[in-house]
Nanobody
Framework: DVQLQASGGGSVQAGGSLRLSCVASGFSFDEHAIGWFRQAPGKDREVVSCISETDGTTYYADSVKGRFSISADNAKPTVYLQMNSLKPGDTAVYYC?????????WGQGTQVTVSS
């Protein structure tokens, strides 16, 4: 079974950092793209960043460019989201996501709270 296990959330003050981890299992990690999404209260879920495990291509939402960095360790296999210079607007539940064999999978979500 495909599983995505997200962790690493927490509460920090503005300007702080957190690193999220998404441990993947049940599929060929190095043949797919993994994404991080977030959903703030009362808002739609939005994409934050993605990485292609096949060629390392990355994508960042404009709101996080220059502050967040996505990376992957194919040996573990785990995708990381390093979040620096956090802002209160980054407060949300963060989810990792993958499409495998035309099916979409989500991790369970990890809460990130940034206080001013």
């Amino acid at each position: 079974d495909v599983q995505l296990q997200a962790s690493g959330g927490g509460s920090v003050q503005a300007g702080g950092s957190l690193r999220l981890s998404c441990v993947a299992s049940g599929f060929s990690f190095d043949e797919h793209a993994i994404g991080w999404f977030r959903q703030a209260p009362g808002k739609d879920r939005e994409v934050v960043s993605c990485i292609s495990e096949t060629d390392g291509t990355t994508y960042y939402a404009d709101s996080v460019k220059g502050r967040f960095s996505i990376s992957a360790d194919n040996a573990k296999p785990t995708v990381y989201l390093q979040m620096n210079s956090l802002k209160p607007g980054d407060t949300a539940v963060y989810y990792c996501n993958a499409w495998v064999n035309s099916n979409e999978y989500w991790g369970q979500g990890t809460q990130v709270t940034v206080s001013s």
